[in-house]
């Protein structure tokens, strides 16, 4: 079974900073995809940014960017240019892209991110 | 286009009781996923259902049942209610066809259970 894991609970940032949020995952297949969502007071997750295993070249969304480490399976995400609209609790998360676990997202715990003005 | 609604908004049972949740899903899905989320912590897989039959569950029991329609809309059920269900509970869809477009799915804003 595939797990994440976000092992920072809270992160802070001022506006205009860059910041970093960590994921982790373990699997043992080679093919799947990996996602940021973010989720704010409202509770709608939105789609922060995805982005394909075999694609080595790391994904971008703006002010949106991952550091994808597939040999360490790490995927991080980096917020430049922090706006306070960025304030949510961010999840990292996995899709396989084989048989029955097409459509199944397992999720990391969650990052809480406070902008300060 | 519309995207995904939920109803209710929010819920409270008592336990021993039984739950229905409804979803509708966005315009041109067939797919539709249900998560439970405790307070704090990410969404768990419940299942998913597509072209009206479950197609692949998590660690739920089976108390936990769901349905789709022709219409794709969902339902989630959940009976002899438990302190520990409370949650918010999501659905989200998605169109099937290719590998790739399950990629895109879109949540709802959630049903607030709360089971006394």
């Known amino acids: 079974a595939q797990t994440v894991t976000q092992s920072q609970p809270e992160m802070s940032v001022q506006e205009a900073e860059t910041v970093t949020l960590s994921c982790t995952y373990d699997?043992?297949?080679?093919?799947?995809?990996l996602f940021w969502y973010k989720q704010p007071p409202s509770r709608q997750m939105i789609l922060v940014i995805r982005?394909?295993?075999?694609?080595?070249q790391n994904a971008t969304e703006n002010r949106f960017s991952v550091n994808f480490q597939k040999a360490a399976k790490s995927f991080s995400l980096k917020i430049s240019d922090s706006q306070l609209g960025d304030a949510a609790m961010y999840f990292c998360a996995y899709r396989s892209a084989y048989g029955s676990g097409l459509g199944k997202l397992t999720f990391g715990q969650g990052t809480i991110l406070t902008v300060h003005p | 286009e519309t995207g995904v609604t939920q109803s209710p908004t929010h819920l409270i049972k008592t336990r021993g009781q039984q739950v229905t949740l409804r979803c509708s899903s966005q315009s041109g899905h067939n797919t539709v996923s249900w998560y439970q989320q405790a307070l704090g912590q990410g969404p768990q897989f419940i299942f998913q259902?597509?072209?009206?039959?479950?197609?692949g569950r998590g660690n739920f029991p089976p108390r936990f049942s769901g349905l789709q329609f022709p219409n794709y809309s969902s339902e989630l059920n959940v009976n002899a209610l438990e302190l520990d269900d409370s949650a918010l509970y999501l659905c989200?869809?998605?169109?099937?066809?290719?590998?790739?477009?399950?990629?895109?799915?879109?949540f709802g804003p959630g049903t607030r259970l709360t089971v006394l």
């Open positions: 982005q394909e295993a075999y694609k080595q």
């Open positions: 989200a869809s998605s169109s099937s066809g290719s590998k790739s477009s399950y990629n895109e799915q879109f």
């Open positions: 259902y597509y072209r009206e039959e479950e197609n």
């Open positions: 699997t043992s297949e080679s093919d799947y995809y």
